[in-house]
Antibody
Framework: QVHMVQSGGGEVQPGRSLRLSCEVSGFTFSRYGLHWVRQAPGKGLEWVAEIWYDGSHEDYVDSVKGRFTISRDNSRNTLFLQMNSLRAEDTAIYYC???????????????WGPGSRVTVS | SYELTQPPSVSVSPGQTARITCSGDALPKQFAFWYQQKPGQAPVLVIYKDTERPSEIPERFSGSSSGTTVTLTISGVQAEDEADYFCQSSHGDGSFRVVFGAGTKLTVL
């Protein structure tokens, strides 16, 4: 059974940093790409960042490029999101999600973490 | 940018059939996926690749596709199906690889 345990959220002032973690069990962590998806209060879902199964490739939504860094430790089955220079508009619940590639350039998510609330105020 | 368009809300009575649509120009050539999200919870995948249902999802959930519109159908709606439903797809040209619709609030009257 897949379990994804998230930690590291909280409330911070604009310009400060936070690091989110997502510890996974129940599947072979090193075989799957992982993404972060966020949801602002009362809003829809927004893809934030992706990292390939081996950590060799990362990508980000334009609004966080240069400020956020996704990484993973395959020896600890853990995904990270380092968030620097936080802005009010980054306020959201951040979900880690297991990504499934369904064609050459499309993903979907078959397992989600419970979410980490980030408030920038 | 690439957008997927969903109605903001759908209301049905228990036992009726709910249909939630999602429209996008690339849907004729890209699969669509549907997620259910209940208040305070993470999204759950209920339909993948237009019509496939994960084994743990009840049979009353089904998906279909026609042209630029995909539809999530919930037959014999139950009170527990009240939730937000999001469609998701991609544009397919290497950009916009993960795009979500704005979501539809399903209310069970």
């Amino acid at each position: 059974q897949v379990h994804m345990v998230q930690s590291g959220g909280g409330e911070v002032q604009p310009g400060r940093s936070l690091r989110l973690s997502c510890e996974v069990s129940g599947f072979t962590f090193s075989r799957y790409g992982l993404h972060w998806v966020r949801q602002a209060p009362g809003k829809g879902l927004e893809w934030v960042a992706e990292i390939w199964y081996d950590g060799s490739h990362e990508d980000y939504v334009d609004s966080v490029k240069g400020r956020f860094t996704i990484s993973r430790d395959n020896s600890r089955n853990t995904l990270f999101l380092q968030m620097n220079s936080l802005r009010a508009e980054d306020t959201a619940i951040y979900y880690c999600a297991r990504a499934r590639l369904y064609n050459s350039d499309g993903y979907y998510y078959d397992h989600w973490g419970p979410g980490s609330r980030v408030t920038v105020s | 940018s690439y957008e997927l368009t969903q109605p903001p809300s759908v209301s049905v009575s228990p036992g009726q059939t709910a249909r939630i649509t999602c429209s996008g120009d690339a849907l004729p050539k890209q699969f669509a996926f549907w997620y259910q999200q209940k208040p305070g919870q993470a999204p759950v995948l209920v339909i993948y690749k237009d019509t496939e249902r994960p084994s743990e999802i009840p049979e009353r959930f089904s998906g279909s596709s026609s042209g630029t519109t995909v539809t999530l159908t919930i037959s014999g709606v139950q009170a527990e199906d009240e939730a937000d439903y999001f469609c998701q797809s991609s544009h397919g040209d290497g950009s916009f690889r993960v795009v979500f619709g704005a979501g539809t609030k399903l209310t069970v009257l």
